[in-house]
């Protein structure tokens, strides 16, 4: 099974009609010559025990077909298995969903014919994990972002708004802007202690999150190093002033915003529990303590 791929579909990520998203993707997929076997999720984070029988059967190459939330889930069946090194596991990505938020790193194009021509093409990365564990000692891996506050926030009402699309996010992002209460962070990584108000945190391996913003600054996937973006005390209107910095990522160099490069971050709000978001997927509230694992992984890439 070296050379075969094990295909996740998630037959809900989207808007569009999934049966005949499938129909062009078997189509290309034979136009490929691409050997595989498939399964669709039945239910949430089914991916989860999906990823993992087919690695007990022998897969190495495993198919996301979905939004960012089903790559999540496949990552995290795949980081959480015990039977060969997960940088054994190479994860090619055809995009189906809302957001799409991971492939924008990579330049991986929201089509299905593309995406397959860069599967089949097979350039890869071994890229870093995120792993993320809350007060709960509830653990949680991710590839792209993860967040603590108002990112948080905006991810649990956006969970209402998804049949909007890609605008879902803009209407969940406003709607926290005018609902969410800043809380006091303490936030410990390295030799700094920082605590005063915040807005959010955000621990990046990647650059782009929230549909298309861009918070993190110099990412580079595979040196090993979360991006953290200390978003401080910004009220209403200086966000609503600075929306256009958010997708252009030049929001970095606001007076308010702080940047730093961490293998390891602790964070404690002081006097609230803010929800946590990892990947867009929410994940808890409170405290989070979050590090690195180099290379962990073998992405697909164009």
Request: glycine share 8%.
């Amino acid at each position: 099974m070296s050379n075969s791929w094990f295909i996740i579909a998630n037959p809900t990520s989207g808007n569009r009609n999934f049966s005949k998203q499938w129909k062009e993707i078997q189509q290309y997929l034979k136009l490929k010559n691409i050997d595989y076997s498939f399964t669709v999720t039945q239910f949430s984070k089914h991916e989860i025990e999906l990823v993992q029988a087919a690695i007990q059967q022998g897969f190495r190459n495993i198919i996301s077909v979905g939004g960012d939330g089903t790559l999540h889930n496949v990552v995290n069946g795949i980081m959480m298995q015990i039977y060969v090194k997960t940088s054994d596991i190479t994860i090619g990505v055809i995009p189906l969903g809302t957001g799409n938020d991971w492939i924008k790193m990579y330049n991986i194009p929201n089509s299905i014919e593309k995406a397959i021509e860069i599967i089949y093409r097979k350039k890869t990365i071994l890229q870093d994990i995120g792993v993320l564990k809350t007060n709960d000692n509830k653990t949680t891996y991710f590839n792209n972002v993860a967040g603590l506050g108002y990112d948080g926030y905006v991810v649990k009402k956006l969970h209402s708004l998804k049949r909007f699309g890609a605008i879902s996010y803009l209407i969940a992002g406003i709607y926290g802007l005018l609902f969410y209460k800043k809380t006091i962070f303490k936030i410990i990584f390295d030799d700094k202690k920082i605590e005063e108000k915040c807005l959010m945190t955000i621990i990046g391996i990647c650059k782009f999150s929230g549909g298309g913003m861009q918070f993190t600054k110099d990412i580079n996937p595979s040196d090993g190093f979360f991006d953290i973006t200390i978003i401080k005390n910004l009220r209403f209107l200086e966000v609503i002033y600075n929306l256009p910095k958010l997708y252009t990522g030049k929001i970095v160099h606001h007076k308010k915003v702080a940047t730093y490069k961490t293998k390891e971050i602790t964070v404690i709000p002081q006097n609230s529990k803010p929800f946590i978001q990892a990947d867009g997927e929410l994940i808890g509230s409170g405290k989070i303590t979050v590090n690195i694992i180099e290379k962990a992984l073998q992405f697909v890439i164009s």
